[in-house]
């Protein structure tokens, strides 16, 4: 197991300092490879340096801050909005628990709550007034 591991290293060492060669052949055809040609002079060429990492312009990560910060205005001006349309929709609910006891249903059928149920609507609509109003 170790001889095949050293084998292993020792291949991929070899190919990693490979280096990349540039010949002209005879009818003047420019080749490009990893292999060193036997009978042509060639020219051994470099690998170009990678880039540095800090290479972006400064005021593009200045850019994604205020993406973000724009993000986070939208975002909180629409939770606003939502906390607004839950509010006026709590009052509603707990003005028509207060003030009937014939109900509409979703299906648009009216129905007649008895009195345990309606101070349980009662005291859900007080709870979201609670939570959703200022």
Known sequence: M???????????A????AGLYKWVDDEG????????????????LKA???APESSKPFNQTETKKSKNGDTAAAETTKNEELRAI??????????????YRRIRDK????TVIDDKERAQQIERAKQAINDFCD
């Open 107 to 110: 299906d648009g059928n009216v």
């Open 86 to 99: 839950n509010c006026a929709n709590a009052k509603k609910s707990l003005n028509a628990y207060q003030v």
């Open 48 to 50: 170009p340096a990678p």
């Open 14 to 17: 070899s190919s990693a300092s």
């Open 29 to 44: 055809n420019v080749h490009y490879s990893q292999k060193r040609p036997a009978d042509q002079q060639f020219e051994r």
């Open 2 to 12: 170790r001889i095949l591991l050293l084998t292993a290293m020792i291949i991929f």
